[in-house]
């Protein structure tokens, strides 16, 4: 399925917090999270605020066309390669943005920061993201873990 208009990446800022907290307290994405428990606005937002500022997490906040939000796709960085998380709005699923953020979100990663190693801790009876994930290259290595290893861009002479 693919979505219907442009995605649009920008990195999230704090005006963006609410809007991430009621994405995460949904039972859909708690349930497929490995932290299934509601979270408190005090404890997101203390999160939320050192998140922005700390230099091995990356936070993109994708929009439609209109600048409608449509979901977060998160990268932290860990022992050389990056961990991504991909959050759909729960009004957006099912029309194919997950795929596109995943994708757009890689991408970007690698052209901004150089990036070509990513994991994904993906559970066992998540299939919406296992798809989402194989989709854009990701497999299936031990358990839970997904990797996409994309090729190193050579230096221009």
Known sequence: MSTPHPLRLR???HEDGRLVFDWRN????RAASHDVLPISWPVH????????GRADRVLLLGEDA???PVGLVRFDAREGRWIVSVQVAPERRGQGWGRELLAAGVARMAD???AYRFTAEI???NTASQRIFEACGFVQCVGQEWILKLQRRRAAA
């Open 123 to 125: 559970k066992p009876d």
């Open 45 to 52: 937002e203390l999160w939320w605020k050192a998140s922005l």
């Open 11 to 13: 990195c999230a800022g």
């Open 26 to 29: 949904d039972p859909i994405t």
């Open 66 to 68: 209109w600048g409608r």
């Open 112 to 114: 901004k920061r150089g």
